[in-house]
């Protein structure tokens, strides 16, 4: 990975000399052994503080929605997935980018050091669409099971289920870290926000609670590249994958759809066709 | 001490339609058990929460002077959640007022000066309150001479029309009304927004000449530099602030401009203490 | 002159049994992988082996919902539309084996809720009501930097009980009356002799490295600081989620909010946070902290000036090291607080 920054920082540099881009999105050092933090440079004499490691996590196509200048973002597979998704989604569009696209091996756990789990069972390390790659493409892995854990609360009973779910989110204190670090939230007014009607309470509700996470997963549902940035970014340690994850699977069987990987599609939740499944329909 | 987040109850005994619009609506509230009124004591300037349990709270300047018994009236412009409501309440429901809150405009510091009040829109209500103290033949010799200079954006829109008319006829307080514009030809008092008709008919400024201004920013953002040019001090020119409330006591940290917090610190202050105040909208 | 007490670890478990009679007990609880402050179980022991917890303890006096005031929506009701206090349990608690760092977030934010014009009942009749046992470091965290926040892993303020850890016993200081009292109530009555805690003291303060830069901050005129032009730069990687003021022990904002159920509904309080930008949002649609720069800039002029200025007790930050620890985008009180502080106005 040391020789993909080299890389970065010389493409960043010459992009903001020549012009080509205002500005690139990257990491820099944090101030922990864990961490690094996202930045915006603006001038090439910064780009010296551009860092690229296992501790660049956090998906940084959220900080691109709406924004109006040339940007240049480093992206590694999942980022560039969420960059897809965004345009189709006209939250950028694709001539203000510069793509520095960077292969990834997997990003790890801010708190136990090991490799992230949405990582372990990768399949789209290398960038589905970029300007400039950072580094050599890398082999993709083909025998990872993605849905083992879904598979796995599918086969609860109903009572099982419950009680996972309950367990699941107990800790949870709707700070929404999770919803903040997501790309794909991007809402003015998020629904749990809305007071004219309030859907959603703001106590301790477990109701409440549950309806955050489901309905958001929902909102996610077909368009989720599964970056795993709403759990890193949980201050509670909770697996809020869980219910993305599910919906990712029921996306691929139901619809044939795997996000983020085409500018010419919609997510299947935007749009229909004559022959998607309708035997729900009795 | 009493729990200082709890409303006294009170009933609506009148609601006034208080502009053409039906956006505005005086409500005239007697409490419930009489000795609260005398725990009301309060002073024009402050603001009261009006509190609807189920709906919210919502921090209303006091139209009403202190001169006035028995009752408590507040003017309310309907925008949100709480005031829509409020809107929709009929004479005899029940509610509550917590208060009073916040410092009063300084009249202790005014005795034996001359003042020039100026106000805007719906902002008037506790500038109302003050000219009503004022005016109270108890209280009228303590002051030198009072103008008022009063804008709304239309003959419709203008609150306390009948006390207005009442006033214009008094010799111990000069009355200049204006609209932005208006194509009734029966209107007979000035035409202009009010930093221009403030430059015309505001008296030059000595020592001994206060300004309480009270208006949207736009209006407070014009006319300063026509007080200025008129020669009022800052120390002399007196303001009040809004912002979004909640407990209206300084305690739950969401209305501070800088160091002071609006609700306690607040919402007087005058345009010296201003320029140490960050200005929130950069 | 305070007691000093020994109590014979063996003798600990007994002791919190014999309190758990008199008081409501909380205490440092392990989660699957990490600690924080629940109410204890009958029978249920503080696990003091933990570093700090997740959240701080500031849920004891400060739950994140509460309810204030109940109502009946039910005009057949007599008392339709009347506030009605809620039935509160303030009898004796006790929190066991809080951080130096906590217990003085605690102090400091007691002077929000207890002012000499208005005092918050629902905080503190929760505080009176609660006796603060510490447990001091040795083993500080590498995120942790209360030596530079005029606090210490051995720090003493808010506090009514000090517990050192001496290997086979702690040496209890009791550092108020109701510190003397709960040790009499846990039958913790052995004379004690605190000659070892200043080495240890010692020994733990030298552990810590990590420090906050503030000494130049009360000079800065706010103005100058509030139009710095390094915000935009420190502000971009911020998500604006509520991590840093959820986990730190001396953020206190609080929404107040109506909501019912058919005809009943209760007034409750949440926890809330500045960093949302619905926090400032006025009726009218205005919003004068509708960009991203504009809350991170108030939190922190808040936390490391306007609080600074206002009551002169130092900043708002005990150095616990949560919101460094915690944050998904490592924006570090730290490295805003020198920022802050080596800023020299351009006159």
Same mark, same amino acid.
């Given at each position: +990975?040391?020789?993909?920054?080299?890389?970065?920082?010389?493409?960043?540099?010459?992009?903001?000399?020549?012009?080509?881009?205002?500005?690139?999105?990257?990491?820099?050092?944090?101030?922990?052994?864990?961490?690094?933090?996202?930045?915006?440079?603006?001038?090439?004499?910064?780009?010296?503080?551009?860092?690229?490691? #296992?501790?660049?996590?956090?998906?940084?196509?959220?900080?691109?929605?709406?924004?109006?200048?040339?940007?240049?973002?480093?992206?590694?597979?999942?980022?560039?997935?969420?960059?897809?998704?965004?345009?189709?989604?006209?939250?950028?569009?694709?001539?203000?980018?510069?793509?520095?696209?960077?292969?990834?091996?997997?990003?790890?756990?801010?708190?136990?050091?090991?490799?992230?789990?949405?990582?372990?069972?990768?399949?789209?390390?290398?960038?589905?669409?970029?300007?400039?790659?950072?580094?050599?493409?890398?082999?993709?892995?083909?025998?990872?099971?993605?849905?083992?854990?879904?598979?796995?609360?599918?086969?609860?009973?109903?009572?099982?289920?419950?009680?996972?779910?309950?367990?699941?989110?107990?800790?949870?204190?709707?700070?929404?870290?999770?919803?903040?670090?997501?790309?794909?939230?991007?809402?003015?007014?998020?629904?749990?926000?809305?007071?004219?009607?309030? /859907?959603?309470?703001?106590? %301790?509700? &477990?109701?409440?609670?549950?309806?955050?996470?489901?309905?958001?997963?929902?909102?996610?549902?077909?368009?989720?590249?599964?970056?795993?940035?709403?759990?890193?970014?949980?201050?509670?340690?909770?697996?809020?994958?869980?219910?993305?994850?599910?919906?990712?699977?029921?996306?691929?069987?139901?619809?044939?759809?795997?996000?983020?990987?085409?500018?010419?599609?919609?997510?299947?939740?935007?749009?229909?066709?004559?022959?998607?499944?309708?035997?729900?329909?009795? | 001490?009493?729990?200082?987040?709890?409303?006294?109850?009170?009933?609506?005994?009148?609601?006034?339609?208080?502009?053409?619009?039906?956006?505005?609506?005086?409500?005239?509230?007697?409490?419930?058990?009489?000795?609260?009124?005398?725990?009301?004591?309060?002073?024009?300037?402050?603001?009261?929460?009006?509190?609807?349990?189920?709906?919210?709270?919502?921090?209303?300047?006091?139209?009403?002077?202190?001169?006035?018994?028995?009752?408590?009236?507040?003017?309310?412009?309907?925008?949100?959640?709480?005031?829509?409501?409020?809107?929709?309440?009929?004479?005899?429901?029940?509610?509550?007022?917590?208060?009073?809150?916040?410092?009063?405009?300084?009249?202790?510091?005014?005795?034996?000066?001359?003042?020039?009040?100026?106000?805007?829109?719906?902002?008037?209500?506790?500038?109302?309150?003050?000219?009503?103290?004022?005016?109270?033949?108890?209280?009228?010799?303590?002051?030198?001479?009072?103008?008022?200079?009063?804008?709304?954006?239309?003959?419709?829109?203008?609150?306390?029309?009948?006390?207005?008319?009442?006033?214009?006829?008094?010799?111990?307080?000069?009355?200049?009304?204006?609209?932005?514009?208006?194509?009734? =030809?029966?209107?007979?008092?000035?035409?202009?927004?009010?930093?221009?008709?403030?430059?015309?008919?505001?008296?030059?400024?000595?020592?001994?000449?206060?300004?309480?201004?009270?208006?949207? &920013?736009?209006?407070?953002?014009?006319?300063?530099?026509?007080?200025?040019?008129?020669?009022?001090?800052?120390?002399?020119?007196?303001?009040?602030?809004?912002?979004?409330?909640?407990?209206?006591?300084?305690?739950?940290?969401?209305?501070?401009?800088?160091? %002071?917090?609006?609700?306690?610190?607040?919402?007087?202050?005058?345009?010296?203490?201003?320029?140490?105040?960050?200005?929130?909208?950069? | +002159?305070?007691?000093?007490?020994?109590?014979?670890?063996?003798?600990?478990?007994?002791?919190?049994?014999?309190?758990?009679?008199?008081?409501?007990?909380?205490?440092?609880?392990?989660?699957?992988?990490?600690?924080?402050?629940?109410?204890?179980?009958?029978?249920?022991?503080?696990?003091?082996?933990?570093?700090?917890?997740?959240?701080?303890?500031?849920?004891?006096?400060?739950?994140?919902?509460?309810?204030?005031?109940?109502?009946?929506?039910?005009?057949?009701? =007599?008392?339709?539309?009347?506030?009605?206090?809620? &039935?509160?349990?303030?009898?004796?608690?006790?929190?066991?084996?809080?951080?130096?760092?906590?217990?003085?977030?605690?102090?400091?934010?007691?002077?929000?809720?207890?002012?000499?014009?208005?005092?918050?009942?629902?905080?503190?009749?929760?505080?009176?009501?609660?006796?603060?046992?510490?447990?001091?470091?040795?083993?500080?965290?590498?995120?942790?930097?209360?030596?530079?926040?005029?606090?210490?892993?051995?720090?003493?303020?808010?506090?009514?009980?000090?517990?050192?850890?001496?290997?086979?016993?702690?040496? #209890?200081?009791?550092?108020?009356?109701?510190?003397?009292?709960?040790?009499?109530?846990?039958?913790?009555?052995?004379?004690?002799?605190?000659?070892?805690?200043?080495?240890?003291?010692?020994?733990?303060?030298?552990?810590?490295?990590?420090?906050?830069?503030?000494?130049?901050?009360?000079?800065?005129?706010?103005?100058?600081?509030?139009?710095?032009?390094? /915000?935009?730069?420190?502000?971009?990687?911020?998500?604006?989620?509520?991590?840093?003021?959820?986990?730190?022990?001396?953020?206190?904002?609080?929404?107040?909010?109506?909501?019912?159920?058919?005809?009943?509904?209760?007034?409750?309080?949440? /926890?809330?946070?500045?960093?949302? &930008?619905?926090?400032?949002?006025?009726?009218?649609?205005?919003?004068?902290?509708?960009?991203?720069?504009?809350?991170?800039?108030?939190?922190?002029?808040?936390?490391?000036?306007?609080?600074?200025?206002?009551?002169?007790?130092?900043?708002?930050?005990?150095?616990?090291?949560?919101?460094?620890?915690?944050?998904?985008?490592?924006?570090?009180?730290?490295?805003?607080?020198?920022?802050?502080?080596?800023?020299?106005?351009?006159?």
């Amino acid at each position: +990975m040391d020789a993909y920054i080299t890389k970065i920082k010389a493409i960043s540099e010459r992009l903001l000399k020549d012009g080509t881009v205002e500005a690139v999105i990257g990491f820099r050092e944090g101030t922990l052994p864990t961490m690094s933090e996202p930045c915006f440079i603006k001038r090439s004499d910064d780009v010296k503080d551009l860092v690229w490691n #296992a501790n660049c996590r956090i998906n940084l196509a959220n900080y691109l929605t709406n924004r109006k200048e040339k940007i240049a973002i480093v992206a590694k597979g999942c980022d560039s997935r969420n960059i897809v998704n965004h345009i189709v989604e006209n939250k950028i569009k694709r001539d203000q980018l510069f793509i520095i696209g960077v292969p990834c091996k997997g990003m790890n756990d801010k708190d136990t050091g090991a490799l992230q789990d949405n990582c372990a069972t990768c399949t789209h390390r290398n960038p589905v669409i970029y300007d400039e790659l950072a580094g050599d493409l890398v082999e993709e892995q083909t025998n990872v099971d993605k849905y083992a854990d879904v598979k796995k609360v599918e086969a609860m009973t109903p009572d099982e289920r419950w009680a996972y779910f309950d367990n699941l989110y107990a800790a949870c204190t709707r700070c929404y870290a999770c919803r903040n670090a997501c790309p794909l939230c991007y809402c003015p007014t998020c629904f749990v926000d809305e007071s004219k009607p309030q /859907w959603v309470g703001k106590g %301790e509700d &477990p109701i409440d609670v549950r309806t955050y996470h489901f309905l958001r997963a929902y909102h996610c549902a077909g368009r989720c590249t599964d970056c795993g940035s709403c759990e890193s970014a949980c201050p509670q340690n909770i697996k809020v994958r869980q219910l993305t994850k599910k919906l990712e699977k029921d996306c691929a069987e139901l619809f044939g759809w795997e996000a983020g990987l085409t500018l010419d599609k919609r997510p299947p939740l935007d749009t229909f066709s004559i022959d998607d499944p309708n035997d729900f329909i009795k | 001490m009493q729990n200082p987040y709890k409303a006294y109850p009170v009933r609506i005994d009148s609601i006034d339609v208080a502009t053409e619009d039906k956006s505005l609506r005086t409500f005239k509230f007697v409490f419930l058990n009489p000795e609260d009124e005398n725990k009301f004591a309060y002073e024009s300037g402050q603001f009261a929460e009006l509190s609807i349990p189920g709906k919210g709270e919502i921090p209303i300047g006091i139209a009403s002077s202190p001169t006035e018994k028995g009752f408590v009236t507040f003017t309310v412009f309907r925008t949100g959640l709480v005031t829509n409501h409020l809107h929709n309440m009929k004479v005899g429901d029940i509610m509550g007022v917590r208060g009073p809150l916040g410092h009063p405009y300084p009249l202790k510091d005014l005795e034996g000066k001359n003042i020039v009040i100026i106000g805007a829109g719906f902002a008037f209500t506790t500038l109302r309150s003050t000219i009503v103290y004022m005016l109270n033949p108890e209280n009228r010799k303590r002051f030198g001479k009072i103008d008022v200079i009063y804008g709304a954006r239309n003959p419709g829109m203008i609150l306390y029309k009948d006390e207005l008319t009442a006033w214009e006829q008094r010799d111990d307080i000069n009355m200049h009304i204006t609209v932005d514009s208006t194509d009734d =030809p029966s209107w007979k008092y000035h035409t202009g927004f009010v930093p221009t008709i403030t430059e015309k008919v505001a008296p030059q400024a000595d020592d001994n000449t206060y300004a309480i201004m009270c208006g949207p &920013p736009m209006m407070l953002k014009f006319t300063k530099p026509v007080l200025d040019k008129l020669g009022y001090k800052h120390e002399n020119i007196i303001l009040s602030l809004e912002n979004r409330m909640k407990c209206g006591i300084g305690i739950c940290g969401r209305c501070n401009i800088g160091k %002071e917090l609006i609700c306690k610190d607040g919402p007087v202050f005058t345009l010296a203490q201003l320029k140490y105040m960050p200005e929130e909208d950069t | +002159m305070m007691k000093i007490i020994n109590i014979d670890k063996q003798k600990w478990a007994g002791g919190v049994e014999s309190l758990s009679k008199s008081y409501r007990l909380f205490g440092p609880v392990k989660d699957v992988d990490c600690y924080n402050f629940k109410e204890l179980k009958q029978g249920e022991q503080p696990d003091l082996s933990y570093g700090n917890t997740k959240l701080s303890p500031k849920s004891v006096v400060f739950p994140p919902s509460e309810a204030m005031f109940t109502y009946s929506l039910d005009e057949s009701n =007599p008392e339709h539309h009347l506030l009605k206090d809620v &039935p509160k349990d303030y009898s004796p608690r006790a929190v066991l084996g809080m951080r130096p760092c906590d217990a003085k977030a605690v102090s400091l934010v007691r002077m929000n809720f207890d002012t000499p014009e208005y005092r918050d009942p629902y905080w503190m009749d929760a505080f009176e009501a609660t006796t603060f046992v510490g447990l001091a470091c040795d083993d500080p965290c590498a995120t942790c930097f209360c030596t530079s926040t005029n606090c210490g892993p051995f720090n003493e303020e808010g506090l009514d009980v000090l517990l050192v850890d001496n290997g086979s016993a702690y040496i #209890a200081k009791a550092l108020t009356e109701k510190g003397e009292k709960l040790l009499a109530a846990g039958g913790f009555a052995d004379a004690g002799d605190d000659s070892p805690v200043a080495a240890k003291k010692a020994a733990a303060e030298a552990k810590i490295t990590a420090k906050i830069e503030t000494d130049k901050l009360s000079e800065k005129v706010i103005m100058d600081l509030y139009d710095a032009p390094f /915000w935009h730069d420190i502000a971009f990687s911020c998500i604006n989620c509520c991590t840093c003021t959820y986990t730190c022990p001396t953020c206190w904002c609080f929404d107040i909010q109506d909501e019912n159920k058919g005809c009943e509904g209760v007034r409750m309080r949440n /926890w809330d946070s500045c960093m949302t &930008p619905l926090f400032t949002m006025h009726g009218s649609g205005h919003n004068p902290r509708d960009k991203k720069h504009q809350r991170v800039r108030q939190r922190f002029m808040h936390k490391l000036k306007y609080f600074l200025d206002k009551y002169q007790k130092g900043i708002m930050c005990v150095g616990c090291g949560r919101c460094v620890q915690q944050c998904p985008v490592n924006l570090d009180i730290r490295t805003v607080s020198k920022t802050m502080n080596d800023y020299v106005a351009k006159s």
